[in-house]
């Protein structure tokens, strides 16, 4: 009788029997949703992420946007601007954003197909993302490197120790095993080296690029997986990957002379000055604790390490008057270079960017907020808003403060007063300009724009098939520019290209040094080109 009751149940009330859960997010996820206070790193530390999502993220911090501070919003509206086709996403990144909102909404893991609830037995690290995978073309000349973590000096007291050897040994990728022989290079600039060419980030290199017609000088087989823009000084080119390495290349030989293992993703390019490298690392998917670092250049050891809170060193350190300034967490620091120690802090809002810093001033972007402080003093001296999160670093030249928002807009303030001098409407804005002579080089999804400082005003623009631009560099009257694959030479008066590089995968922003240009490419190596 009661098996008769149970199969005229399921033929008459079908839908009762098959459909599932309505919401199979753990119900600690569900109030942080509830409450509006849900993001993907809440959804990585429950580990109900795809491995892709890593590399994901990774890609998009490039863009200059945060995907695992994003909360549903900020998913819902990439993924309305990506059907839109106002954002340059690819169908990987789509597909990732996608299934992440599906996930956020009510725990469903279908779409994509990788993205299933992790096993409660599975390990308590997310899932690291995909390696790139190993070249056949071996090479006896290399050597091998020790990761250089484990050779790291005793620490003062007041920092946190380096981690033990027996925690290094074994993560670090496979060395490269490409590497063409190099003849050798010319000296570049023989001051700091800093992302964007400086403290100001104008995005113009004191040391000259190649003149072209390009040739590849060596590439090197190194990283496992997305890595940095290098920054190139005395001899030493420097990068960090999400494989929780920065790495530096002889770039005489064209072959890796150390690398260090820093316990999470190296997402910003390093600074370099007096002999030590600086960098930080942020949250990933490793378990590592966050800091900035200060490694000797030429061994690899480590000087000092600043302990960071949760989120990490989510910005590239800038160098200037004797202290190094860099964001970490909803945090400035300015940092004694020679210990370690904080010399000031200020608390922002939200989650700082890379800092720009001129005639004693710090410029950062936080949110929707691009704030300044005099450097040393604590003391704000204003706050310009934007329609939406400021997406670039600032760069600081002229009188103005130049920067791109997700509100489609690029906008110069006054450097003293914050107020607004002029906004140039265009695609979503994901890499800083370059400012010099008085122009604007700005770069959008696919078009490059030169404009007036001064007034905003179209000089030319270029448009590049959705070419994923990156940030511009100015290398004297030439602009270098990245765009996918492509380094691409232009001339910046008009605009006109006079050569272009093709790489095997889309590549970084270029440092420029002796005639050189050196850059990493998604095919696993970096490059010089000559």
Not at 146 to 173: I, Q, R, Y
Not at 179 to 201: C, D, I, K, L, N
Not at 274 to 293: A, C, K
Not at 472 to 486: E, I, K, R, S
Request: hydrophobic letters at 45%; glycine letters at 10%.
């Amino acid at each position: 009788m009661r098996l008769w009751l149970l199969l005229l149940f399921l033929f008459v009330c079908p839908a009762y029997a098959s459909e599932p859960a309505v919401d199979a997010l753990p119900p600690e996820l569900v109030r942080l949703r509830d409450d509006g206070r849900l993001t993907v790193r809440a959804l990585w530390a429950w580990k109900l992420v795809p491995a892709s999502t890593a590399t994901t993220a990774m890609e998009l911090r490039t863009m200059g946007l945060d995907l695992i501070g994003a909360d549903r919003a900020q998913l819902a509206a990439w993924v309305r601007e990506a059907e839109e086709g106002t954002a340059a996403f690819s169908p990987a990144q789509r597909e990732v954003l996608s299934g992440l909102l599906a996930m956020m909404d009510s725990g469903n893991a279908a779409a994509p197909a990788d993205m299933q609830p992790a096993d409660a037995s599975a390990a308590a690290a997310p899932p690291a993302p995909d390696a790139v995978p190993a070249v056949s073309d071996a090479v006896d000349a290399v050597p091998a490197v020790p990761d250089m973590a484990a050779a790291a000096p005793p620490v003062p007291d007041t920092v946190a120790a380096a981690p033990p050897a027996s925690e290094v040994a074994g993560s670090a990728p496979q060395l490269p095993d490409a590497v063409e022989a190099a003849p050798s290079v010319p000296g570049g600039a023989s001051g700091p080296a800093m992302y964007r060419g400086g403290a100001a980030r104008t995005g113009v290199s004191e040391a000259s690029g190649p003149a072209g017609p390009a040739a590849v000088l060596w590439k090197l087989k190194v990283g496992g997986g997305t890595c940095t823009a290098p920054v190139v000084l005395d001899g030493l080119a420097c990068f960090g990957s999400v494989d929780g390495h920065l790495y530096a290349v002889d770039v005489a030989a064209g072959a890796l002379k150390w690398k260090f293992f820093a316990e999470d993703w190296v997402d910003q390019p390093p600074a370099m000055a007096g002999g030590t490298v600086f960098f930080g690392n942020v949250v990933g998917d490793r378990s590592g604790d966050r800091h900035l670092f200060a490694l000797d250049a030429a061994t690899g050891s480590e000087k000092w390490r600043f302990k960071s809170l949760y989120y990490g060193v989510n910005s590239s350190p800038a160098m200037v008057d004797g202290a190094i300034c860099f964001g970490a967490g909803k945090h400035v620091y300015s940092a004694d270079p020679q210990t370690g120690d904080a010399k000031w802090g200020f608390e922002a809002s939200d989650t700082v960017g890379t800092p720009a810093v001129s005639d004693g001033t710090a410029f950062f972007a936080h949110a929707n907020r691009l704030t300044a402080v005099n450097l040393g003093s604590e003391a704000e001296k204003w706050t310009f808003r934007a329609g939406a999160n400021i997406t670039t670093c600032p760069a600081v030249s002229d009188g103005l403060v130049v920067f791109g928002s997700d509100d489609f807009n690029i906008y110069a303030v006054d450097v003293q007063t914050g107020v607004e001098k002029w906004k140039f409407g265009t695609g979503l804005i994901h890499h800083p300009a370059a400012v010099h002579d008085g122009v604007v080089y700005a770069v959008s999804a696919d078009n490059l724009h030169a404009l007036d400082a001064a007034t905003g005003a179209v000089k030319w623009t270029v448009n590049t098939q959705r070419a994923h631009l990156k940030a511009p560099v100015v290398d004297g009257d030439a602009l270098m520019l990245a765009a996918g694959n492509f380094l691409l030479r232009l001339d910046r008066a008009s605009g006109q290209e006079s050569w272009r590089f093709e790489a095997g995968g889309e590549i970084t922003s270029p440092a420029l040094s002796g005639g050189v240009a050196y850059f990493w490419s998604e095919d696993g190596h970096l490059y010089a080109v000559r």
